[in-house]
């Protein structure tokens, strides 16, 4: 009876987790649109005539400088020779890592019990709302999905640093 306690809201959490696994499946297209024809092909083109460097990844983009989203975008469009749906799963692998990461910060505060569970579920239909589906079907903003995880993963690190120092 009692880990039927955390079932209802276990499953509840990974209820919207799936649909947006599912929504982009169902939604997201394998073409290439707006900023990465400008972006990603020449970097494509550059790979396949040896002719990349270190400073075409560091090429400004409109304001940002955006060097490992370049990494990755190249990473995986070797990997699966430009089949942006696979951004679109990376991006959505980053959102899972993130509530992961402040689900691990949310319990060192709150523990682990019934009501704390129910109480993070909101996160977790906040997080995987489709208000954001431009971001969610664009492989390009991917970039942002990986500020939100870094972020909470800084975090995580300096709630460590804290409490190793003042713990």
Not at 43 to 67: M, P, V
Not at 123 to 150: D, I, K, P, R
Request: charged fraction near 10%; proline fraction near 3%; aromatic fraction near 24%.
């Amino acid at each position: 009876m009692k880990t039927l306690k955390f079932l209802v809201p276990c499953i509840l959490i990974t209820l919207p987790i799936l649909f947006y696994f599912w929504y982009i499946s169902a939604n997201g297209t394998n073409v290439i649109v707006a900023d990465e024809w400008h972006v990603y092909i020449p970097l494509f083109k550059k790979l396949s005539t040896g002719t990349l460097t270190i400073a075409d990844l560091f090429n400004q983009h409109n304001e940002h400088r955006i060097f490992f989203p370049r990494l990755i975008f190249l990473f995986f469009g070797y990997l699966t020779h430009f089949n942006t749906k696979a951004f679109l799963y990376f991006s959505a692998s980053l959102l899972v890592l993130t509530l992961i990461g402040i689900f691990i910060s949310y319990t060192r505060f709150f523990g682990v019990n019934k009501e704390s569970i129910w109480k993070f579920l909101p996160v977790c239909y906040l997080l995987f709302s489709l208000v954001q589906f431009e971001n969610t079907l664009w492989g390009f903003q991917m970039a942002w999905y990986m500020v939100t995880f870094f972020s909470v993963l800084s975090f995580i690190f300096l709630e460590n640093v804290y409490n190793m120092t003042f713990g």
